[in-house]
């Protein structure tokens, strides 16, 4: 028996929803920060193909702190889950990187790759349906797996769970 309770799906999500909003309001203020870069230096490809890297780092960055600093996001607190490792202890750096670029690859690049590649053979909207459904097989994966697990946290060992009460005082 595990020494922590597992959050549920639902819960899952609603806390993936709330973090989508406001991964959405800091993107915005990162971008703002970068804007002034454009005006000066034009809109050149390399510059573009720079401000999607540091939004990439800001992202990376956010995540690594609030994993590694409690296991919590502000979204995750809100929805009282805790992300953990497979064991149940808190995340290091290594676990970080690794849930990052699983859940990078799988949230970005799939689907990028899969638009790209369907968007040869499909029309641009059988594309974008594609990509669609690689963007939503992370979360439905919870659906098929033994434990409820995002594919995400299944591949990089992780897990969301319940995050204890906290202590009054």
């Given at each position: ?164 009460p906290r202590k009054a005082g």
């Amino acid at each position: 028996m595990t020494p922590f309770t597992l959050a549920g799906k639902l819960r899952r999500l609603g806390s993936l929803l709330y973090e989508a909003l406001l991964l959405a309001a800091l993107l915005l203020a990162a971008a703002a920060l970068f804007q002034p870069l454009f005006v000066w230096l034009g809109q050149a490809a390399w510059l573009h193909a720079l401000f999607q890297l540091y939004l990439l780092a800001v992202l990376y960055f956010y995540c690594d702190w609030s994993w590694r600093r409690g296991g919590q996001t502000l979204a995750m607190k809100t929805w009282k889950i805790r992300l953990a490792r497979a064991d149940g202890q808190a995340l290091d750096r290594r676990s970080a990187a690794l849930r990052f670029a699983v859940l990078a690859a799988l949230l970005i690049g799939f689907p990028a790759l899969s638009y790209l590649a369907w968007g040869r053979v499909l029309a641009p909207k059988q594309a974008g349906i594609v990509a669609a459904l690689w963007l939503l097989l992370p979360y439905g994966w919870a659906w098929l797996d033994p434990d409820g697990q995002f594919l995400h946290d299944r591949l990089a060992k992780t897990r969301l769970i319940m995050a204890p009460p906290r202590k009054a005082g």
